[in-house]
């Protein structure tokens, strides 16, 4: 599987998880995970959580990270080395759609923001499907991701902010409503026990969330918005950043749930 329209860079997914470092501990706590365990952390990037993950598992247990980037898997490789845990966690290199490990290999399943930028070509029920193949009978399936379609601005001209908020969610992400379609994707592969969780991550930092000169750009060249009209949410957003009173939210949806 190629990257996606909605790849992004290590170095964003470092500091967009340090943002949100509560919210992947949490999804740590509902894998319910011991000693010995055997984890998947599917779309692993650069290694955020997969050093944690191990640090949960003790010595006796293993965790595994898949992602299509070879660059950010060698970077997470460095990371799991320098921390310690090189013979707890491996990652390599996979086809979500098509993992090659048995059934019932892993007594827990995480994803994080996977579903958002899958490839259109690519069927999320099909992914759901693998998640819970690999997993084994009463083992948890953790999912968190973003529901872009409740991306908001604080803005004077709400018309423009609603436009280029439904923009972004529809055309700068591959799939900028997966947040909302977790609950149902757990329904329909038949998971058990299944819990929803939602949470506002909050942002005050202009340069921190996509409205910057990437979506200014593309929604110029799309047509959605004039010149003028970019002009002016480009300088009121910065005027507000710099005034200290930049807001911006977006939902994230946490689903979790067993395998029968």
């Given at each position: 599987?190629?990257?996606?329209?909605?790849f992004?860079?290590?170095?964003?997914?470092?500091?967009?998880?340090?943002?949100?470092?509560?919210?992947?501990?949490r999804?740590?706590?509902l894998?319910?995970?011991?000693?010995?365990?055997?984890?998947?952390?599917?779309?692993c990037?650069?290694g955020?959580?997969?050093?944690?993950?191990?640090?949960?598992?003790?010595?006796?247990?293993?965790v595994?990270?898949?992602?299509?980037?070879?660059?950010?898997?060698?970077?997470?490789?460095?990371?799991?080395?320098?921390?310690?845990?090189?013979d707890?966690?491996?990652?390599?290199?996979?086809?979500?759609?098509?993992?090659?490990?048995?059934?019932?290999?892993?007594?827990?399943?995480?994803?994080?923001?996977?579903?958002?930028?899958?490839?259109?070509?690519?069927?999320?029920?099909?992914?759901?499907?693998q998640?819970?193949?690999?997993?084994?009978?009463?083992?948890?399936?953790?999912?968190?991701?973003a529901?872009?379609?409740?991306?908001?601005?604080?803005?004077?001209?709400a018309?423009?902010e609603?436009?280029?908020?439904?923009?972004f969610?529809s055309?700068?992400?591959?799939?900028?409503y997966?947040?909302?379609?977790?609950?149902?994707?757990?329904q329909?592969?038949?998971?058990?026990d299944i819990?929803?969780?939602?949470?506002?991550?909050?942002?005050?930092?202009?340069?921190?969330?996509?409205?910057?000169?990437w979506?200014?750009?593309?929604?110029?060249a799309?047509?959605?918005?004039?010149?003028?009209?970019?002009?002016?949410?480009?300088?009121?957003?910065?005027?507000?950043?710099?005034?200290?009173?930049f807001?911006?939210?977006?939902?994230?949806?946490l689903?979790s749930?067993?395998?029968?």
């Amino acid at each position: 599987m190629a990257k996606s329209a909605g790849f992004v860079s290590a170095d964003y997914l470092r500091k967009a998880a340090e943002q949100i470092k509560q919210l992947k501990e949490r999804t740590y706590e509902l894998m319910n995970l011991r000693d010995g365990a055997r984890v998947l952390d599917v779309g692993c990037g650069p290694g955020m959580d997969t050093v944690p993950l191990a640090r949960l598992v003790g010595k006796t247990g293993k965790v595994v990270g898949v992602d299509i980037d070879a660059d950010m898997l060698k970077d997470a490789d460095v990371v799991a080395q320098q921390e310690g845990v090189s013979d707890i966690v491996e990652h390599m290199a996979a086809d979500v759609s098509a993992l090659s490990f048995p059934d019932n290999s892993f007594d827990a399943v995480r994803a994080e923001r996977l579903f958002q930028v899958l490839p259109g070509v690519v069927d999320p029920e099909e992914v759901m499907a693998q998640l819970v193949r690999v997993t084994r009978p009463g083992g948890s399936i953790v999912l968190l991701d973003a529901d872009w379609g409740s991306f908001s601005v604080d803005y004077s001209n709400a018309e423009l902010e609603r436009r280029l908020m439904a923009f972004f969610a529809s055309n700068l992400r591959p799939n900028g409503y997966a947040g909302r379609q977790l609950f149902g994707w757990c329904q329909r592969v038949g998971l058990r026990d299944i819990l929803i969780e939602n949470f506002a991550h909050i942002q005050t930092d202009y340069e921190q969330m996509p409205v910057g000169p990437w979506l200014q750009g593309e929604a110029m060249a799309a047509g959605v918005a004039n010149p003028l009209e970019i002009d002016a949410w480009a300088s009121e957003l910065q005027l507000r950043n710099d005034s200290g009173q930049f807001f911006a939210s977006v939902n994230m949806f946490l689903v979790s749930g067993q395998k029968p």
